[in-house]
Structure formats: structure tokens, C-alpha cells
């Protein structure tokens, strides 16, 4: 079985050295000494959810906390190409179900998205609250994956803002895929007719709307901005579930998984 991760937030982390003893206290620490029950000769994970990974064997434990002694210290590297989630807001907690999944699966950063025809609304405080949940989400599904990183989460972009982070994406080379039930092209079909260009790519970028569709305008837009329409088969997919598919096709033509 592996080891259980918990994040340890002092930056410190990486400044650590094989034989150091470290705390972990706060809400991580009672979550392992009182939630999780973890004593005395185990072993667990640190990281700081910038890739810096500690293996660390436990010396004490108690409600608070631990007592650690670092055993092992690993760096991982960023992995290329890149994985974005642009996620429109959806109502019943889709999107939030498809941050979570695309987290676990391996998502380097994701992007609220205000569609025009998003029911769900962020603006003023909902829009801190709302990305704040999605932070909360994003270091469940990371620490659950056992990954070092933590993806971000970025300010919330209505589609005028959208359209611009599109085309300094596709200047940069960057693929953008906008998921859509009417695109002619299969994803996998492109992935098999060049399997370099999403190889080689500095970043490839996953665009799922609401559940109500992207609108016509704001489809053309995007296409004009670069992104590229991709079919996922011939069913229908929910929004909470769209990413999921093309972000596991993409990770495995890009050697990620």
C-alpha cells in the first residue's frame, strides 16, 4: 500500500536534508495523529505541492500531530507537455466533480470558465468563494492522487478573456481543444494522424463548457481565437465528465500515464 501524503506548508520543505526532524502540526498534523491514527514506526509522505517529496519516518505521534524524521528526500520534476483544464461553471456540483477527477488523473493547473450559458454566476464575493472551494477540491484530489504537485487554480475568465489567454496559448504553440458534441474530428483520430504535435507541444489545454452547450457565437470565436474542435465518441458527455476523457486520451499520448 502507499504511503498516506500530508502537505506541509512551511517552504522549508525543500531546504531539507536526510536525517532532519521535522513537526507536523496544524490541521494536517491532528488530521494524522487524530483522524488517521498514525503511530510510531510508520512511514509517510511530506510535500509541499510544488514537487518536493519527503519520506519521512514517524518518531511520535499524538492528536496534534507528528514528530518525523525525513529518511528520503525526492525533487520531481514538471512534466511536459502541460495539462489544462479550462472547466465552465455548472450547476450540482459538476464542475467541481471535474476539477476532482482531472486532479487525480494529473491536471497542472485548471481555469474557472464564466460561459454565456453557465447557470452558476461568479461575481464579487461568490467569485473568491467560489475559486476558494475549487483550491479546497484541487488539494483533496492531489493529496488523494499521492502527487507532490498541487495544481492551480486560476481567476475565474469570462470568454472575452478567454478568447485572449486562446490566442497567446496557440502563439506559444500550445494546443487548445474545445470539447463539442457537433466537432466532425474525433480525438483520438488526430492524436493517431500526428501523435508529435501534441508530443511536442509546450502545453495542451482542454476547454469543457456548461451543460448547456457552448453557445454557437462563442464557439466560432474560439476557433477563430486557435482552439480546435475534438469530438470524445458518439455519446453525448456530461460537462463533469468531458475533461476526464480528453485529459486521460492527452496524458497518454503525451506519455504522462
Do not use: Y
Not at 102 to 116: A, L, R, Y
Request: proline residues 5%; aromatic residues 4%; hydrophobic residues 45%.
Amino acid at each position: 500500500m502507499t504511503r498516506p501524503v500530508f502537505f506541509f506548508e512551511d517552504r522549508g520543505l525543500v531546504e531539507a536534508a536526510p536525517g532532519d526532524i521535522v513537526s507536523l502540526d496544524g490541521d494536517e498534523g491532528r488530521h494524522a495523529g487524530a483522524v488517521k491514527r498514525i503511530g510510531a514506526g510508520e512511514e509517510i509522505d511530506l510535500v509541499d505541492g510544488r514537487g518536493t517529496r519527503a519520506v519521512c519516518a514517524v518518531l511520535a505521534a499524538d492528536p496534534k500531530g507528528l514528530s518525523l524524521r525525513v529518511l528520503r528526500l525526492d525533487r520531481e520534476p514538471g512534466v511536459e507537455p502541460r495539462l489544462l483544464l479550462v472547466q465552465a461553471l455548472a450547476k450540482g456540483g459538476r464542475d467541481e466533480q471535474a476539477i476532482e477527477t482531472c486532479t487525480e488523473i494529473g491536471i497542472d493547473e485548471v481555469i474557472p470558465w464564466q460561459s454565456d450559458r453557465a447557470i452558476v454566476r461568479w461575481s464579487g464575493p461568490k467569485a473568491v468563494k467560489g475559486r476558494a472551494k475549487w483550491v479546497s477540491v484541487v488539494r483533496a484530489a492531489a493529496k488523494q492522487a499521492r502527487r507532490a504537485f498541487i495544481p492551480e487554480v486560476a481567476e475565474v475568465l469570462d470568454t472575452k478573456a478567454l478568447l485572449a489567454f486562446v490566442r497567446d496559448a496557440t502563439d506559444s504553440g500550445s494546443l487548445v481543444l474545445l470539447c463539442h458534441e457537433e466537432a466532425r474530428a474525433p480525438l483520438t483520430g488526430l492524436i493517431a494522424s500526428d501523435p508529435d504535435r501534441f508530443r511536442d507541444a509546450p502545453s495542451l489545454v482542454v476547454l469543457v463548457g456548461p451543460e448547456g452547450g457552448v453557445s454557437p457565437k462563442e464557439t466560432a470565436d474560439l476557433v477563430e481565437a486557435g482552439a480546435i474542435l475534438i469530438g470524445l465518441g458518439g455519446n453525448v458527455l456530461r460537462s463533469s465528465t468531458a475533461g476526464a476523457v480528453c485529459v486521460t486520451l492527452l496524458a497518454a499520448a503525451a506519455s504522462r500515464i
